[in-house]
């Protein structure tokens, strides 16, 4: 079945820094990926929708500027969370279409201090 | 808005017990899918019925839709402690999206 990665798995930082996600789709072309976050005993909720080629779309209450989203190619999208602060630590996950199921990387724990 | 709500929003069972959870959801959908989150880890589907099946099965689970209701049951049968997780529904309302409903957690104690 279709896999998609997440790159890191975890990551430890300090506030103020940024910190770089990757999602890929291993052996399957996405043209759309889908940014979730989680908090703690919480369901996941979008973030936003990134596209191939075009700016990605944000859901209401997410900031553009700060959760930075580049899908330079059909099986590669990242999120950067820049000047972090501890109110970001969440489980980011991100997941990416093939025909009609959706396919969900492994997640991402961001832990900011 | 999340449009898919399951209940209970925590469920303990005993091993071999059936365990079963309900989602309900607002507009129309072109499929509903459960998924499987255990503690930290990311997500797992487990299945996918489509708007216009009423049921399916996929080892010790069964799950079954009500479009007229809006509603659909995840059914775990004989339950392992190893089931022990947050299930979650997720409809696609014919977009590219899926809306995660708060999910449940189940506890299977041996």
């Known amino acids: 079945g279709a896999v998609v990665s997440q790159h890191p798995s975890w990551v430890i930082c300090k506030s103020g820094t940024s910190v770089k996600i990757e999602c890929r789709s291993l052996d399957f072309q996405a043209t759309t990926m889908f940014w979730y976050r989680q908090f703690p005993k919480q369901s996941l909720m979008l973030m936003a929708t990134s596209n191939e080629g075009s700016k990605a779309t944000y859901e209401q209450g997410v900031e553009k500027d700060k959760f930075l989203i580049n899908h330079a190619s059909l099986t590669l999208s990242t999120l950067t969370v820049t000047s972090a602060h501890p109110e970001d630590s969440s489980f980011y996950i991100c997941?990416?279409?093939?025909?009609?199921?959706?396919?969900f990387g492994p997640g991402t724990r961001l832990t900011v201090t | 808005s999340q449009q898919g709500e399951e209940d209970p929003q925590a469920l303990s069972i005993q091993e071999g017990e059936n365990a079963t959870m309900n989602c309900s959801y607002k507009?129309?959908?072109?499929?509903l899918q459960w998924y499987r989150q255990n503690s930290g880890r990311g997500l797992v589907h487990l299945i996918l019925?489509?708007?216009?099946?009423r049921e399916k099965h996929s080892g010790r689970l069964r799950v079954t839709l009500d479009t007229s209701k809006k509603s659909s049951s995840l059914l775990i049968t004989a339950s392992r402690a190893a089931d022990t997780a947050s299930y979650f529904c997720?409809?696609?309302?014919?977009?590219?999206?899926?809306?995660f409903g708060p999910g449940t957690r189940l506890s299977v104690l041996p």
């Open positions: 019925i489509r708007s216009n099946e």
């Open positions: 997720a409809t696609d309302d014919y977009g590219q999206n899926f809306v």
């Open positions: 997941s990416a279409h093939q025909g009609s199921e959706q396919y």
């Open positions: 507009t129309s959908i072109n499929n």
